[in-house]
């Protein structure tokens, strides 16, 4: 059974930064990308980046692009999502999900991509 256990959110100001972690078990980590997704209240979930298999590729959304960064330690079966220069725009709950499927493909961006969520961790950024 997979899990996917989220940590690192909480309250920031304008401007700082914070680290999700998500940590993974129940199946070979290496062999599954690795999103993150993010649902603000009243609006849809929506995509925030993503990493592949071997996370040496990476995907991002146009709003996050320059400020957040996804990595992979398949050693820790562990996906980072590094948050810099926060907006209060970027208040939501912050899901780490992982791909259905082991193969490659040009969706990374599609929550039906992936199987499998994380609990959510919440992400509030004062302004």
């Known amino acids: 059974q997979v899990q996917l256990v989220e940590s690192g959110g909480g309250l920031v100001q304008a401007g700082d930064s914070l680290r999700l972690s998500c940590a993974a078990s129940?199946?070979?980590?290496?062999?599954?990308?690795m999103g993150w997704f993010r649902q603000a209240p009243g609006k849809e979930r929506e995509f925030v980046a993503a990493?592949?298999?071997?996370?040496?590729?990476?995907y991002y959304a146009d709003s996050v692009k320059g400020r957040f960064t996804i990595s992979k330690d398949n050693a820790k079966n562990t996906v980072y999502l590094q948050m810099n220069t926060l907006k209060p725009e970027d208040t939501a709950v912050y899901y780490c999900?992982?791909?259905?499927?082991?193969?490659?493909?040009?969706?990374?961006?599609?929550?039906?991509?992936?199987?499998?969520w994380g609990q959510g961790s919440q992400v509030t950024v004062s302004s």
């Open positions: 999900a992982q791909r259905r499927s082991s193969g490659r493909s040009s969706y990374y961006y599609l929550p039906r991509e992936y199987g499998y």
């Open positions: 129940g199946r070979a980590f290496s062999n599954f990308a």
């Open positions: 990493i592949t298999r071997d996370a040496e590729t990476t």
